[in-house]
């Protein structure tokens, strides 16, 4: 029974072990203790104190966005209630003719301090004007028990284009070109919209100067590359591809823009590195470190080993940031799918790159996403504890049950008593009413038609109590506890049923030696 309890308890000291080694102790960033507000006193000239505010809120993450005839507008809010009672929340919009709003979800239960975000997609349809649209979302929040009922309301924005023409993806055929070569100039012209649109005018100017212009056909939402060719010149210019098409009233996207310098000698690859940290200002670290990466070997064959390092450490940075980005981003999706353990390991290693760099907000920031992966593993990790705990107490309870069904009252105060005390005589004469000594109680055993390996076994029980008394256990407690748990598996391998009262005064020698070993735990 005590092996059994002893089991149990080392079950609970695991599941403590496994509840505090499941969170990484990372130290977080030190952040000023918020001082706790003060509590509402009563207002000037007495009254009542104020209560807790109630509200009740629809709030739009994007209140504006953009649209085109025939697509698909797409908004993020959120309920949010406070002070009232549990809720149930139902949505409705007031929409321009012909459009349709359709809510994630609608009718749903709102508690005390609690946010639901829902998304509302609003479908434009194909015969619509270019002009801005405002929708009213209201929301209508009621009691279960129907005491309370709540309203609030949100405006969204919708600007919708029937034509939408962008250019995008500025790329040129050579990073580090020469006076004189011959240059390839590639965008990618956009149309955006679910309908054909011709008469796409693409031009290419250099320093404002016109220098090549293209008509394309676009099909409806599809994109396609267009080309020019430029002779590069010594100095710096500036490239310009802008699109023009009728009706196309959006025009934050319908140019790119891209500075190159070209010089010659090291004049050159300065400007070549220069345009690299330029790039690395502006967040660009994969066109910042193919720069620096062809400035650091341009440098080396000049000799210019100082500036090739310089260049070199650039190129580090560069892939620095891009590491720390990356696993950013596989943090958010791991933590997206509720892996929080792994999505917690991203980002602490992003953060680690960030203190690397020397970047104190991308640190705080990352640092921010690991606090909420490792809280958010709590729930999961209080959970297994409680299991493994109720685990432990079923095996504590089964093992009070066995035990009291094994041994009686009596038996249980008696072999249990932790007084100490001279070591009980084991053996028991077969019958009562031959004297109490070992010498005939073993001869009238071996003398009478007993099996031969009860009779050795009984022998073993006798040696094992006359060595093991409770002062040698206490010093050696695992021999003692070998021994009896080998004697105990002997015994089970023996014959039963055959001589009664041998079997007896084994099995009373084996309890006594239980008892010494068990009582010491």
């Known amino acids: 029974m005590k092996k059994l309890i002893a089991f149990a308890l080392a079950v609970v000291v695991l599941g403590v072990v496994l509840q505090i080694g499941a969170v990484p102790v990372i130290p977080p960033i030190p952040e000023p203790t918020p001082q706790p507000s003060p509590s509402p006193g009563p207002p000037p000239g007495g009254g009542p104190v104020l209560e807790k505010r109630q509200r009740f809120e629809v709030i739009s993450v994007q209140p504006i966005l953009e649209g085109y005839a025939g697509s698909t507008i797409d908004y993020d809010v959120k309920t949010i209630q406070e002070g009232y009672p549990d809720l149930v929340v139902h949505l409705t919009a007031d929409v321009p003719d012909k459009w349709k709003a359709r809510f994630s979800q609608n009718d749903f239960d709102l508690t005390h301090a609690e946010a639901v975000p829902l998304k509302v997609s609003l479908s434009v349809p194909e015969l619509v004007s270019a002009e801005k649209y405002e929708i009213k979302i209201h929301a209508v929040g009621k009691a279960k028990e129907g005491s309370v009922e709540v309203k609030a309301s949100a405006t969204l924005t919708a600007t919708t284009y029937i034509v939408d023409v962008g250019i995008m993806n500025l790329q040129l055929s050579s990073l580090q070109p020469r006076s004189g070569e011959n240059m390839i100039i590639t965008v990618v012209a956009v149309n955006y919209t679910q309908r054909i649109i011709s008469d796409v005018v693409v031009e290419f100017l250099v320093n404002n100067n016109l220098v090549s212009r293209q008509t394309v056909t676009l099909p409806a939402g599809t994109s396609q590359p267009v080309t020019f060719g430029w002779t590069a010149q010594s100095g710096t210019s500036t490239f310009l591809v802008r699109s023009q098409t009728q009706g196309d009233s959006n025009r934050k996207n319908d140019s790119v823009t891209q500075k190159i310098t070209i010089g010659s000698g090291i004049e050159q690859v300065d400007l070549l590195y220069q345009q690299a940290e330029t790039l690395y200002t502006q967040g660009a670290y994969e066109q910042a470190r193919n720069l620096a990466a062809a400035a650091a070997i341009q440098y080396r064959e000049m000799g210019e080993l100082n500036k090739a390092a310089e ?51 991308k640190q705080n920031q990352a640092q921010q996403r690991l606090n909420e992966a490792l809280a958010a ?55 009562t009413r031959v004297s109490p000594t070992r010498e005939p109680l073993q001869a009238g055993l071996v003398e009478g038609v007993q099996p031969a390996e009860l009779v050795q076994f009984h022998q073993k029980t006798e040696d094992a109590l006359n060595r093991f008394t409770k002062r040698y256990i206490r010093d050696n407690l695992q021999q003692a506890m070998q021994v009896y748990l080998s004697l105990e598996a002997e015994r ?30």
Request: overall charge negative; some cysteine; charged content about 25%.
């Open 311 to 361: 260049a070199d450490r650039l190129q580090a940075l560069c892939n620095s940031y891009m590491g720390a980005q990356k696993l950013m981003g596989q943090g958010e999706q791991a933590f997206q799918a509720e892996n929080y353990e792994q999505a917690a390991q991203h980002f602490e290693d992003a953060r680690n790159l960030y203190i690397e760099i020397g970047d104190t907000e």
């Open 377 to 431: 593993q709590k729930p999961r990790i209080n959970m297994l504890y409680g299991i493994v705990v109720i685990g432990a107490v079923a095996v504590i309870l089964l093992a009070v049950i066995v035990f009291r069904k094994r041994h009686p009252a009596g038996e249980r105060q008696s072999r249990f008593h932790l007084e100490e005390e001279p070591p009980i005589p084991v053996s028991r004469p077969v019958d």
């Open 492 to 521: 089970k391998q023996l014959p039963r049923g055959k001589t009664l009262e041998l079997e007896q005064v084994i099995d009373t020698n084996l309890r006594e030696l239980e008892h010494r070993v068990f009582g010491t735990v």
